[in-house]
């Protein structure tokens, strides 16, 4: 992973170019004021304020240059105002002029992320440095630079590379950093306790058995979170096998595993006060002779039975086993994330993560905490009229929906029947991936409502 720690060092006033923000309705007056030298040198780099457009404006000594970046906000620097410029100036050390950069600090950081690993010539990762006089902020925005670079990277990482024992290693790497607790179950024992989780992952290879991670960490007398990521490492579709088009990217099917890794990386990198317990069923949905089956019956761990109406309808069966288990012990707190439906991008394209929740309080929580940190979310209906969609002839619901209509709602009322109505619980239906590079933000994997809900638990629980 890249050493962000290096990238973002506290400013005692050495040498560095200044980074000059510049509102793109106000290029022209800010020039006005500037040296000829500069003004010269901005036209011509057509400096003409289109977002995040920048130019290098010569000093009055060759090492003196330093660099406009136009922006929406030049007074309240956005988290990807500084980004182009952290993924494309030369290698240097750098500084805003006369503003700290607050948020984009994280745009600059996670500008310089780079999986590497899968090329011949990779290309060398370039050392741009930002000073900031906000050296209390670093260790934080490092932190969460990690976070998100580790969604990314676990998702952009072929499946060959990414199967159930790989996202169990990348979580042990986790406890390891923070002594925490981690347990898996496997094999026979999986059957008879998550008889789901099993099913699901059955058909795949010995060496990509299915199994359920959990880890556990902090003071138990603290309040309990529970996190729950789905983690379908590739998903063929089963019987009810995908298409050629719809199969490309189901690398990023455990992009909800990768994204509930992240946040408890980030709980315990804070030591928030909370007792942690991070649950990932981790299944490949691979197609073999003991597949299992459209009008299978599966037993699940809350003891209802549920029809198989579609095989491609996995990620909400393996969720429901590990749902069980969070609940059964009572956390003040319940999240899952899941690449869990088509539905949800229709509505909401690749930006937004669907939100469902039945708590009110939390969903306010999760909205106001994705707007301030330009994480954006958007609440769906739990609408319980559509739980009749999911009935079954012969077991107590399916796993698929009845009509072809509300599939992310239906999908999350599927869920929700694992869910104790005693405990809060939050579901995010997200993409995990950018299908178009910007600043900052490369195509592929891309952690999408994990800093709302990052801002949301620090909120309730402080840390």
């Given amino acids: 992973m890249t050493d962000f720690a290096a990238l973002l060092r506290p400013d005692k006033g050495e040498p560095a170019h200044d980074i000059h923000l510049v509102a ?191 880890l556990e960490w902090g003071d138990p007398s603290h309040p309990r979170v529970a996190i729950v990521g789905k983690g379908v490492c590739f998903d063929s579709g089963g019987l009810d096998i995908k298409s050629a088009a719809g199969m490309l990217l189901m690398k990023k099917d455990m992009g909800g595993a990768a994204h509930a890794l992240a946040l408890a990386r980030l709980v315990m990198g804070a030591k928030m006060p909370v007792r942690l317990h991070l649950l990932i069923p981790a299944v490949e949905n691979a197609i073999s002779s003991n597949s299992f089956r459209p009008g299978d019956v599966l037993k699940t761990r809350k003891g209802l039975f549920v029809e198989v109406g579609n095989t491609d309808a996995e990620g909400r069966l393996i969720l429901g086993d590990a749902l069980t288990r969070a609940c059964e012990d009572e956390p003040a707190l319940m999240i899952d994330f899941a690449t869990l439906t088509g539905a949800a991008r229709v509505a909401l394209g690749p930006d937004l993560p669907a939100m469902f929740t039945d708590d009110d309080t939390v969903a306010d929580e999760l909205v106001a905490a994705g707007t301030s940190v330009e994480d954006p979310l958007w609440r769906l209906p ?72 990052w801002t949301m638990l620090q909120s309730r629980f402080g840390g």
């Fill in 382 to 453: 739990l609408w319980d009229g559509y739980d009749e969609y999911l009935k079954s002839d012969i077991a107590d619901l399916s796993n698929n929906s009845s009509v072809p209509m509300a599939g992310a709602s239906t999908a999350a009322l599927f869920l929700r029947r694992f869910v104790e109505k005693s405990v809060p619980w939050v579901h995010f239906d997200t993409y995990a991936w950018r299908l178009s590079a910007k600043p900052g933000r490369p195509k592929g994997g891309e952690a999408l409502g994990l800093r709302a809900s």
């Fill in 24 to 214: 793109q309705g106000d290029i022209e007056t800010w020039l006005k004021d500037r040296p000829e030298r500069e003004r010269v040198a901005a036209g011509a780099q057509n400096f003409d304020g289109k977002t995040n457009d920048l130019a290098i404006l010569p000093g009055d000594a060759a090492e003196n240059w330093s660099v406009a970046v136009s922006t929406d906000s030049a007074d309240e620097p956005s988290l990807w105002s500084l980004a182009k410029a952290g993924q494309s100036l030369p290698e240097g050390t750098y500084r805003l002029a006369n503003k700290e950069p607050g948020a984009a600090a994280l745009g600059w950081l996670l500008a310089h992320n780079q999986m590497g690993g899968y090329r011949q010539s990779p290309d060398p990762a370039k050392q741009r440095v930002l000073l900031t006089p906000q050296a209390a902020s670093i260790d934080r925005l490092v932190r969460e630079a990690e976070a998100t670079a580790l969604v990314r990277n676990l998702v952009n990482t072929p499946p060959e590379d990414m199967g159930p024992p790989h996202l169990e290693a990348a979580a042990r790497e986790v406890a390891k950093l923070f002594d925490a607790e981690i347990r898996v179950t496997t094999g026979d024992e999986l059957a008879q306790a998550y008889p789901m989780i099993h099913a699901v992952g059955r058909a795949a290879t010995r060496e990509f058995a299915p199994r359920l991670i959990e």
